[in-house]
């Protein structure tokens, strides 16, 4: 996944242009697309495994999660992706 604007972001909340949009590809039908920001969400765990953004394949409609690393984490909160920040039990 690679943003395709050249829009770098801090971490501080910043207005986010309409106009970026993400690659991303269908693990299923294999097909190779842009999606924009509104088309993605992002869920934030405590581990790799419950890190991931998720989408649905615009050309075959299968729902597609893939793990987010950190890197990606960056771009999808940067480029204005929903993100759930997913809670862990207490102890």
């Not at 910043?14 to 039908?29: E, G, K, L, W, Y």
């Not at 509104?38 to 999660?65: D, H, K, N, Q």
Request: glycine residues 10%; aromatic residues 6%.
């Amino acid at each position: 996944m690679t943003a395709i604007s050249g829009m770098r972001t801090g971490p501080a909340a910043v207005a986010v242009s309409a106009a970026i949009r993400f690659r991303a590809a269908c693990p299923d039908c294999r097909e190779r697309f842009e999606l924009s920001a509104g088309a993605l969400r992002l869920a934030i765990g405590a581990s790799r495994r419950t890190t991931f953004y998720s989408f649905t394949c615009p050309e075959c409609g299968s729902a597609v999660r893939k793990p987010a690393g950190e890197r990606i984490v960056e771009l999808l909160s940067g480029g204005g992706v929903r993100t759930l920040r997913l809670h862990t039990a207490l102890r």
